[in-house]
């Protein structure tokens, strides 16, 4: 039976030299098959961005376009109609409004022109006073000589 193995001991003298010429590398062999590929690296930084490619087709329009169109078109004939009915209605409340304006401006310059006219005939009657006096007396005295007068003539 052997013992326990012992440490590693020191290293030998160094060995002869050997012959002339042995240690040139010789001629080169073969490529060899290629090895294992490696592991993926990190991403990299963004590169710029390319020119744009050509357009592409069209593609077909939406399953319920057709549908959509017709009732937008529908809201556009309804909103038109308000518009025009709307409008109309405008044009009458303004023609109302203006002849409600015309008639109360004509009803001022009424009142004012009355109002005038009573001052002007208050004015008459107060600087004529006297002279409507002796009128209305020269009347009563005329229509007491024609009671008197026989009625026979």
Known sequence: SRGARGTQGPAGPE??????????????GGIGAPGKQGQ?????????????GIEGVSGAPPKNYFQWARLLKHY????ARFENVSGTDVRRYNKEVSMMQQQTALYKARTYAASNGSVDLHKYMLANYKHLVNSVERGRKVDE????????T
Not at 40 to 52: I, L
Not at 76 to 79: K, P
């Open 76 to 79: 556009t004939e309804v909103v």
């Open 40 to 52: 993926k690296g990190p991403p990299g930084n963004q590169g710029e961005a390319g020119y744009p």
């Open 15 to 28: 060995g002869r030299k050997g012959s002339p010429g042995a240690s040139i590398v010789g001629k080169a």
């Open 145 to 152: 000589f024609v009671q008197r007068m026989p009625q026979n």
